[in-house]
């Protein structure tokens, strides 16, 4: 009998089950108005240089005034969530899969006018990924959980392909302007230590190196506990998806937001300074 390695035996229970179970399944199917009085003493003149005075200043101060915190909060937020079925949420309701609670949550936290996208597509490889992402590009998502690979080492497709496909996507990502969040995946030692070690260590290398929060095992606490998940093995329940999103997603995600609304108020600060500080012509 093959020997897990002590750097993954902490998630041997999870993993075993649900590695055995998706060598079966396959994972499913293949993808994819300014008031004014008139002071009856006052010349017409007069009033009329008051009110453009009153104006100007009253525009000075608006554009002087920070974003209030309500109102940041309900600043459009759109998330995608990007992967295989996993994030698809196969085998459970529309609203029970993870993109659905979390955006649940998420409005419930005070974030109104959160939209997390479902972009998960069944037996979703990092290939077949990387080849979709300038389409899913198109919903312009100001963060993106990205949760990959899981396929292909159920496979057991070469780890340096996966991890090369992996960074294609996150830069990718972030060149279009998205703030990257990376969950991570583990196996059992059906394919060998070795395999084992090189596929998980792939999450943590990548997110260190490409500067990207990490969400070290995306199924922690739920992989492999016959409660939380259907009978297949591998894909949560309603309540498993519960537990990812509250413990594992939220708890990295949360923070990335905040970043988000304090580099978006940093911006248009200094957007309305540098409006301010335009100099008007005049004409004689």
């Known amino acids: 009998m093959m020997k897990v390695s002590s750097h993954f035996s902490r998630h041997l229970p999870a993993v075993a089950m649900l590695t055995m179970a998706l060598v079966i399944s396959g994972c ?38 920070p974003v209030p915190a309500d109102q940041q909060i309900n600043s459009p937020l759109t998330i995608l969530a990007l992967g295989d079925s996993l994030t ?55 963060i993106t959980i990205l949760t990959i690979g899981a396929n292909d080492a159920m496979r057991g497709l070469d780890v340096a392909t996966i991890e090369k496909n992996i960074r294609t996507a996150v830069k990718t990502l972030q060149d279009n302007g998205s703030h990257v969040i990376l969950g991570g995946m583990s196996i059992y030692d059906n394919l060998g230590n070795d395999y084992v070690s090189a596929f998980s260590d792939i999450y943590p290398r990548v997110a260190k190196d490409m500067n990207v929060p990490l969400i070290p095992f995306f199924l922690e606490g ?25 413990d594992n997603i939220l708890p990295i ?32």
């Open 28 to 65: 499913q199917k293949d993808a994819e108005p300014t008031d004014a009085t008139d002071s009856q003493n006052t010349s017409s003149q007069s009033t009329d240089a008051s009110i453009a005075n009153t104006q100007t200043d009253t525009s000075e101060v608006m554009a002087d005034t």
């Open 88 to 142: 698809e949420g196969l085998g459970v309701d529309s609203d029970a899969n993870y993109p659905a609670q979390l955006e649940a949550s998420l409005k419930e936290l005070g974030y109104t006018n959160a939209k997390v996208i479902n972009s998960g597509l069944s037996g979703e490889t990092s290939t077949g990924l990387v080849n979709r992402l300038d389409w899913v590009a198109q919903t312009k998502p100001d």
């Open 222 to 246: 739920v992989g492999g506990d016959p409660e939380l998940n259907q009978a297949d093995a591998i894909h949560p329940t309603k309540e498993g998806y519960q537990i990812i999103v509250k």
């Open 253 to 284: 995600l949360k923070p990335e937001i905040e970043k988000l609304k304090a580099s978006n108020s940093t911006n248009t600060t200094a957007l309305n300074n540098t409006t301010n500080n335009t100099p008007t012509e005049t004409t004689q």
